[in-house]
């Protein structure tokens, strides 16, 4: 009588052992595919680098009476329409990896849930983080 209880136990710590495995995992898969995402996504973040250091602080004054009397870069002022638009291309192809990595990925699969992998999207400027602090460096 004592073997059927045994038995019936055996598969329940299996279980658990399982689920205990697939959390410390579930973490893993998360991280390591926002992290890969973090490196197409060097592009839009440096291109929002750029127009936050050097376009917007530009001050080209429109009614300056000389050019020279402004503080403007004018070649600066050449490339931020190029820019920008760039900008909106790859942000545009980056969110639609996201949605397709973070969102949709997870819940083609029954076992994951979108939360864990949104969260761990925050990993995404790690890669950009890591080259501009070595730029700096």
């Not at 376009?55 to 820019?83: E, G, I, K, Q």
């Not at 999207?121 to 460096?137: G, N, Q, R, S, Y």
Request: proline content about 9%; overall charge negative.
């Amino acid at each position: 009588m004592a073997e059927p209880v045994v038995e019936a136990a055996e598969p329940v710590v299996e279980a658990e052992e399982e689920a205990e495995r697939g959390r410390r995992q579930g973490l893993l898969a998360p991280a390591l595919a926002n992290l890969a995402l973090g490196v197409p996504a060097i592009i839009p973040l440096y291109l929002t680098y750029w127009l936050l250091t050097e376009y917007v602080p530009l001050s080209c004054d429109a009614f300056a009476t000389r050019p020279d009397m402004s503080n403007c870069d004018y070649h600066t002022l050449d490339h931020a329409p190029v820019m920008m638009f760039l900008l909106a291309v790859t942000g545009t192809l980056l969110l639609i990896l996201l949605l397709t990595v973070d969102v949709l990925g997870p819940r083609r699969r029954g076992d994951a849930r979108p939360g864990r992998w949104l969260a761990m999207a925050t990993l995404i400027p790690v890669p950009f983080m890591v080259l501009l602090c070595l730029a700096k460096a």
